[in-house]
């Protein structure tokens, strides 16, 4: 138990590590041009953004519960999970520990990065079939991606150990 616990710390603050640049850098470049005659190609478009960035530009445009809700489920419950995972694998007192873990399991469910990443790959993909429309996916993606992949795997390895009484 103790090997999959360090395996699960290390892995943890990998992926809290990862999680910074993952909102922060941009995520998708999105350009929508026209060949048009004499003229040439015409970029009519252009938007590369980073999560931090879009959760702004929905609050500035008044998009206010959409912004919050990308803003709760994809920067506060993946920063607050990982912060509590750390904390079950650091605690020494095992009453503590299985309350946080339960926590965890509970704002996991909530925890929508992984749905987000999916989506951002989702919409990536189905610009790909215009020709107007080129998408691109950028380094946030990867982050944010392996940030998810990472932080699953860390939750997954977490095991508690009952301490043992002697009589």
Do not use: H
Not at 65 to 70: E, H, K, N, S, W
Not at 144 to 167: D, H, M, N, R, W
């Amino acid at each position: 138990m103790l090997k999959r616990n360090i395996a699960a710390l290390i892995l943890t603050i990998v992926s809290l590590s990862l999680l910074y640049p993952g909102l922060t850098k941009p995520i998708l470049q999105i350009v929508i041009s026209a060949e048009l005659p004499i003229i040439g190609k015409t970029t009519f478009y252009e938007q590369t953004q980073s999560i931090l960035q879009t959760v702004e530009t929905l609050y500035n445009t008044n998009n206010k519960f959409v912004a919050i809700l990308i803003f709760l489920f994809s920067v506060v419950i993946p920063f607050t999970k990982g912060v509590i995972i750390l904390s079950v694998l650091l605690v020494k007192k095992f009453a503590l520990k299985a309350k946080l873990y339960r926590f965890v399991f509970i704002i996991g469910k909530w925890s929508m990065a992984d749905v987000f990443v999916v989506g951002v790959f989702m919409a990536f993909l189905s610009t790909q079939s215009n020709g107007a429309i080129e998408a691109e996916l950028l380094e946030g993606f990867n982050y944010f991606a392996f940030y998810c992949l990472l932080s699953l795997l860390g939750v997954q390895l977490t095991t508690l150990e009952k301490p043992v009484t002697i009589q």
